[in-house]
């Protein structure tokens, strides 16, 4: 508000000012308009003046000239005609009237009893204006007398007579003896040329006038002009001075500088100071250093090229670069700028802002490291190899790369059995060991928390890759903290430039698997078998994708394997598993398939098709009377993440109209890696709707017993691998027991899968598990074979006794 009135009165005060000055000029003009006419009309007086004075002066001078003697010869009677005297004065009377241009006429009179008579006159005798001696002067009038009453010069106004209008010179002639006036000399001057030099002078002067006015009319022109210039360039300081508080007040340092190569500076904010250390002025003009000075030498050219680019593209400047402080500190700025151009489209200057952008850059710098490298480890990881291989494998000269993925075989389990200090104990060791082996020629990376990768830059012969998977293997034997963990390597010799990251780490998983199937080899190459696999794959993905969305493919189908209750030894249950014999390749397996299926997505119509045929089953068990028999059916991770699950499941379970509370959904372990939150989320609302849900493969993936109390789960289906241990460890080493009692413990029931022999079931008993599926009882069955199965245990035979099923 204030502001507002400030400037109210700042107006009001210049409005004011600009009318005292139009009053002052108005004054002035008039002053100056009454100056010049009184100088005009000065000048016409003293032309007057000069001209009385001059005809005066003449006149009294000639008369002068005239012997007053000759004068007193001439009698009143006027017979002198033929007299020298009379000659003589007449002849004295022309020559003043011939040598004087002004002069009109010259005469002599005389006044006798009151009136006037002529004497002499300078006309001749033939001349129409002659008078002759004695003619009276009857136009005579009282001034004509006047000479002879005073004795003095008349001088008359402008007089009409039958001559003309004339301005006449009477001057008394004096006779010499007693001073009388004896006659009058008088002087005609015509009056229109009596004003002449009056006039003139007059014309003098007006023209003077006109110049002084005009260089007047100039001056305050001028003067207008330059109060508006002052004005203007009032209005530029201030606002040159506004952007100077502006760029002041800015973060950082603003600058005008020249477009050279020494970024002459013209204008730098103070921010200067704080930014690089040194004054502004000491920068201006390159006083003391140029701006160029300060930026670091490897960014000098590229900050040129960088300009000529933007001034091309009528861009502005945006870059990073670091410069030297007064200090010697090394800073990162920002710097954003644009060319200024003058009115014929010239650079005139270059103006920006320059901003300390260090710490972000530090900060950068730490999240490049977090995301470029593994937290326990320190080692670059998976995100850095992909990253940087390609680039790699195009600019290295050497030709022969091949990388070594390294993969530490159950380390899930080492984490359940040991816990996770252990397991975090042992990575630490195995970095260890691998940096003391990995040579100057190899890159070692740690691409997830059990996978290692080395990257060898140059190699001889395949032998030598040998021997370093047999050291890591051999050493790993004798880590500190866990004895005899192993590994199970594969090697991807990197032929093709084109490879990336993530196809060579999955051609080096295949390796990997490859060598954990085999009991003599710890590491495995890459090899043709295993590419020609990759291309069954995509053969078999065309093939699947047809009998996911065909429902009568026959080539696709479901089986249901039993599973029989412990306490009662009934069936309890069926868990579906699908089969898929392809054209061209044959039968092939679920763990083959499913995984194909889901990497392609095809999984998401192929669980459809799988809910929609296993309903039909169960609705069938339940037209037969038994309807409390469960049925499993397994849902990979991408099914249940799709938006639309639930929605499906519940569209397919009143589609098939069966009773949900004998669904059990299983959920593979390595389901729960994923968001966990979200996962949760779903788990809860299949709760809602009876539907039961078990922890597939117990054991195998990344949870833990801990992790899965907050987990809505009903179930734990402890995977085949803890089962066959019952076979193979001591029984002290058993962790199986453990397991069945702490899911007990969290309130899950517990089904043991892959049991096919007495001994395994026994000691299942004996540790109070729950439910029991495996060979042992019942391979997979067809659906018409698990009917029979409950109709044959209906009729009262032993479910123990094997069912025959799959071979
Ligand atoms: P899973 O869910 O763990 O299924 C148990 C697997 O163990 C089945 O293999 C079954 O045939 C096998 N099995 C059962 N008892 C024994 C036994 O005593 N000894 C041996 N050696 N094996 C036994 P299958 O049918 O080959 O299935 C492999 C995996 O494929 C399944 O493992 C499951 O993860 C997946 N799978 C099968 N069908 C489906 C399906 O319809 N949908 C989804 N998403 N996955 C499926
Ligand atoms: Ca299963
Ligand atoms: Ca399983």
């Not at 460890?729 to 899950?748: N, W």
Request: charged share 25%.
């Amino acid at each position: 508000m204030s502001a507002i009135i400030h400037k109210i009165s700042e107006y009001s005060k210049k409005k004011i000012f600009r009318n005292i000055l139009f009053v002052i000029y108005l004054i002035g003009s008039a002053i100056l308009v009454i100056v010049c006419n009184v100088y005009i009309f000065h000048a016409w007086k003293n032309g007057i003046l000069e001209t009385e004075t001059e005809a005066v002066q003449l006149a009294e001078v000639a008369e002068a000239g005239i012997p007053k003697s000759y004068i007193s010869k001439l009698d009143d009677d006027f017979n002198y005609s033929g007299l020298t005297e009379y000659v003589e004065v007449r002849h004295i009377l022309s020559s003043i009237a011939k040598l004087n241009n002004n002069v009109r006429f010259t005469y002599i009179y005389i006044e006798k009893e009151g009136e006037i008579y002529f004497v002499a006159d300078s006309e001749p005798v033939w001349s129409e204006d002659y008078s002759p001696p004695g003619q009276e002067y009857i136009e005579a009038e009282e001034k004509t007398f006047l000479p002879f009453r005073t004795g003095k010069t008349v001088l008359t106004k402008p007089t009409k007579d039958r001559w003309g209008n004339w301005v006449s010179v009477l001057v008394p002639m004096k006779s010499l003896e007693n001073g009388e006036v004896i006659a009058v000399f008088g002087v005609d001057f015509p009056a229109e040329t009596w004003n002449e030099t009056a006039i003139a002078r007059t014309m003098q002067a007006g023209l003077v006038s006109l110049c002084i006015l005009f260089i007047y009319s100039i001056l305050s022109f001028a003067f207008v002009q330059n109060r508006q210039l002052y004005k203007e360039k009032g209005k530029l300081l201030e606002s040159e001075r506004s952007k100077s508080v502006f760029l002041a007040n800015l973060p950082g340092m603003a600058y005008r500088c020249s477009y050279d190569r020494k970024w002459t500076m013209h204008y730098i904010s103070a921010g200067c100071m704080e930014l690089t250390g040194y004054p502004s002025k000491s920068l201006i003009n390159n006083r003391n250093l140029s701006f160029n000075d300060l930026i670091m030498p490897q960014y000098q050219e590229y900050l040129w090229e960088s300009w000529k680019v933007a001034i091309q593209d009528g861009s502005k400047l945006k870059e990073e670069y670091e410069i030297i402080t007064a200090s010697g500190e090394i800073k990162w700025v920002y710097e954003q700028g644009q060319a200024i151009y003058d009115e014929n489209n010239n650079i005139e200057a270059l103006e920006g802002l320059l901003i300390d952008i260090t710490s972000q850059k530090e900060q950068e710098k730490k999240f490049r490291f977090i995301s470029e490298h593994d937290t326990i480890s320190g080692l670059h990881n998976r995100r850095y190899l992909e990253a940087i291989l390609p680039l790699e494998l195009e600019s290295s000269r050497v030709e022969k790369h091949a990388l070594v993925l390294v993969n530490i075989r159950r380390f899930n389990m080492i984490n359940i059995t040991y816990g996770y200090f252990y397991g975090e104990k042992l990575i630490k060791e195995m970095v260890e060991l691998l940096l003391e082996i990995c040579q100057k020629d190899h890159s070692l990376f740690h691409i997830s928390i059990d996978r290692f990768a080395i990257l060898i830059h140059d190699y001889q012969n395949q032998t030598e890759i040998s021997d370093l998977c047999d050291t890591i293997i051999r050493r790993m034997q004798n880590l500190r903290s866990i004895n005899n963990v192993q590994a199970s390597l594969g090697i991807v010799e990197l032929k093709d430039d084109k490879m990336n990251a993530d196809y060579i780490l999955k051609l080096a998983s295949i390796a990997a698997e490859q060598a954990s199937k085999n009991q003599t080899l710890d590491y495995c190459f890459f090899n043709q078998e295993m590419e020609e696999r990759i291309t069954y794959k995509e053969l078999m993905k065309e093939e699947l994708a047809h009998a996911a969305v065909n429902d009568d493919d026959k080539n696709l189908f479901l089986v249901y394997q039993p599973i029989v209750d412990l306490k009662t030894g009934k069936i309890y249950g069926f868990e579906t598993l699908a089969r898929f014999k392809s054209e061209s390749l044959g039968w092939v397996s679920p763990a083959d398939f499913i995984p194909i299926a889901e990497e392609t997505g095809i999984i998401v119509s192929l669980g459809k098709r799988i809910m929609r045929q296993a309903f039909e089953f169960l609705k069938s068990l339940e037209l037969q009377g038994y309807d409390h028999i469960m049925l499993s059916f397994n849902v990979s991770a991408i099914q249940l993440l799709q938006d639309d699950f639930i929605q499906i499941l519940e569209g397919t379970i009143s589609e098939a109209d069966i009773n949900p509370v004998n669904l059990n959904i299983e959920l593979t372990e390595s389901v729960f890696s994923n968001d966990y939150e979200e996962i949760n989320r779903i788990l809860a609302k299949i709760k809602e709707r009876d539907i039961k849900v078990s922890i597939d493969d117990f054991g195998t993936g990344y949870s833990s017993l801990a992790r899965e109390r907050e987990l809505i789960v009903n179930c734990i289906k402890i995977d085949k691998y803890f089962i066959d241990h019952i076979l193979t460890s001591d029984a002290k080493e058993y962790i199986t027991g453990d397991i069945i009692s702490m899911a007990h413990k969290l309130g899950h029931y517990v089904v043991a899968e892959g049991v096919e022999c007495e001994i395994q079931k026994q000691y299942l008993m004996e540790y109070n598990c729950d439910y029991l599926q495996g060979y042992l009882f019942s391979k997979p069955l067809s659906p018409e074979m698990a009917l029979e199965l409950l109709e044959i245990e209906e009729k009262g035979c032993h479910a123990y006794e094997k069912a025959e099923g799959e071979t």
